[in-house]
């Protein structure tokens, strides 16, 4: 969304759900999915509205019937657009569990219980947490985040900030190397992105770890590093987190 959207204009767009996947026609006899408008807009609105996609029978037909079309046009208020911004929009889905489904959770509550029946050393809160089954309201799913690194080396300049270091590269196939003067202080500046934005809350680098650096000489030979242990860094305590509003994640 646009940073400059002034208050009472309109958003238009389009949502559109075509592909859902881990569903099983052995535990769900029927499913659907719910839209809520206050996924969108904020707590904001007095009232609710939620819109809700065809349900299908699992018996009869396959998951990839389920999906969900519709667009959506809002009314922009600053609660509306900070809402926009910073939150998020959970899509729901709703099912018919089967009898089969019932009882392997119960068989697993079963196989539990006779488990901890059995006499054994105390465990501590964290250790019993794992043990217990997942409640329904907690999703639990595997997810992906690409991380784009940078990494600059920097050495202290007569005016006394730190500036790049040049790189020598030969072409594209070349990882290059940097070229450091002696006796230098230098700094390693670190820079992460991802495209995940909010979903992938990082805060910050809590340790880096060097070694195993090598010599590149005059006729490009490569020296081996005579100590190839690695060598904690001390961090700066001003780091930066950024969340712009196109959906990306910094960290430097």
């Known amino acids: 969304m646009p940073g400059t959207l002034?208050?009472?204009?309109?958003?238009?767009?389009?949502?559109?759900?075509?592909?859902?996947?881990?569903?099983?026609?052995?535990?769900?006899?029927?499913?659907?999915?719910?839209?809520?408008?206050?996924?969108?807009?904020?707590?904001?609105?007095?009232?609710?509205?939620?819109?809700?996609?065809?349900?299908?029978?699992?018996?009869?037909?396959?998951?990839?019937?389920?999906?969900?079309?519709?667009?959506?046009?809002l009314q922009i208020t600053s609660k509306t657009a900070a809402?926009?911004?910073t939150g998020y929009a959970p899509i729901e889905f709703f099912a018919k569990t089967k009898p089969v489904y019932l009882e392997r959770m119960e068989r697993w509550d079963e196989l539990r219980e006779q488990k901890g029946a059995v006499p054994s050393r105390i465990k501590s809160p964290s250790e019993a947490t794992l043990t217990m089954r997942r409640s329904e309201t907690d999703f639990v799913v595997e997810e992906h985040h690409d991380v784009v690194a940078w990494l600059q080396v920097c050495e202290l300049a007569a005016d006394g900030d730190y500036v790049p270091v040049p790189v020598i590269s030969q072409g594209p196939m070349d990882p290059g190397s940097f070229v450091l003067h002696q006796g230098l202080q230098r700094r390693i500046v670190l820079q992460l992105q991802s495209n995940s934005g909010h979903q992938f809350p990082w805060t910050r680098v809590l340790r880096i770890k060097v070694g195993n650096i090598r010599l590149l000489d005059a006729k490009g030979r490569i020296h081996e590093s005579t100590s190839k242990e690695l060598v904690d860094l001390v961090l700066l305590k001003d780091q930066t987190v950024e969340f712009p509003p196109d959906g990306r994640g910094f960290l430097s």
């Open 83 to 85: 809402f926009i911004r």
């Open 6 to 73: 002034p208050a009472g204009s309109k958003l238009s767009f389009f949502l559109t759900v075509d592909h859902v996947k881990g569903l099983s026609s052995h535990d769900f006899g029927a499913v659907h999915i719910q839209v809520r408008l206050s996924s969108f807009i904020g707590p904001s609105r007095p009232t609710e509205e939620v819109y809700v996609s065809t349900v299908v029978d699992m018996d009869r037909g396959v998951l990839s019937d389920l999906k969900f079309r519709r667009s959506f046009s």
